[in-house]
């Protein structure tokens, strides 16, 4: 049977990480993979995470199955983190969570019941949109289209192009939008054009799939929330999958929500139960220890304050580094305008670097990021920006290189 199957290509960021930990070089600078990193290149655990895990050690008193919908603890806390605890929604009782694996998992159910529910139902994605988005829905059987979204121009969104393209869409087409900190150019809407958008979509019909990864990690866990918040507040149906793999650091645990709202309370109960059959014909039931730390963290307000002291730290050190990128290329390359750098949020942004010029730049310089020019500005550390500003220059060939 086997000796049927092809070797397929190789995952640009997998095989990123295994190059670039298969590098010598003393010199070498990781800018590909999407995980926070500390001022020493380290991906470590929260305070208010360990401190939650050693109570489960304590407290926790049984490992049996939850069921398809996983931590009613963690559903109940996640849904109220991400629309607020007096959203309308929630007080319609027309909000349904269900715990998934990771915000993967949550992404792939909710294409299942966008399948379910309409085979036929198209969903458009930013162009560019982080890679996994395609497989992962497409995977589901739906087909992928794609809407204009980012200016490489101006580092920033295309918002005229983009509206005027989702206006000439059929009623009944689910768009994927980035809640915050888009992946992978760290252009955002601003709360003006979300409103537009809800105005949009709701005279269009169309339905809007969020996809929240990076709570908390642009302008703040509310101020990134504004986006999801408005649209479950103006449309009768939306989807928002959500992810604690980088605002709470559980990468590997695989922590994330699917979030429903539908138009009302039936709509929502039904919604809710072929989840959970989608669920257990795919992957059964999610694992518990993550969204257990989760669940504890948000229900205890100590805690809750730790995290989001934590999460803080985190955005600003963000932020510093992109002022820091951004003076440090100005100064480089001052041929060129890098201040979109500063304008947008989250750990991403996009150098507008040919996939040549960035195999040169792993080359020569080992600076590995992905083909796109896509970099993780977490990835940087303080003692290594002029660095790779420089080595920045050199490829756009700048005369003060």
Known sequence: MFQTLDVPPVDPILGLIAAFRNDPSPDKVDLGVGVYRDERGLTTVLEAVKAAEQRLLTEQDSKTYLGPTGNERFNEAIGTLVLGAKHAALRDERVRTIQAPGGCGALRIGAELIKKANPTTPIVVSDPTWA????LLSSAGIQLQRYPYYDKAT????????????DALPAGTVVLLHGACHNPT?????????????????RRGLVPFVDLAYQGLGDGLDEDAYGARILAEKLPEVLISVSCSKNFGLYRE?????IVVGQTRQHADAAAANLGKIARGIYSMPPDHGAAVVARILEDTKLAIQWRRELTKMRERIGALRKTLTEALSLACPDR??????????????????SELVDRLRQEKHIYMPGD??????????QRVDYVAWAVAEQFGSRHA
């Open 155 to 166: 580092g920033a969104v295309q918002f005229d192009r983009m509206t005027n393209a989702l």
């Open 373 to 382: 020019g896509r970099i993780n500005i977490s990835g940087l550390r303080e």
């Open 186 to 202: 760290g252009a955002d809407l601003s709360q003006q054009q979300w409103q537009q958008i809800a105005e949009l979509l709701n």
């Open 132 to 135: 996994n988005h395609v497989p």
């Open 254 to 258: 695989r922590v994330g929500a699917l």
């Open 337 to 354: 305008d890098f201040s979109q750098i500063v304008a947008q949020r989250g750990m991403f942004s996009m150098l507008d670097l040919t």
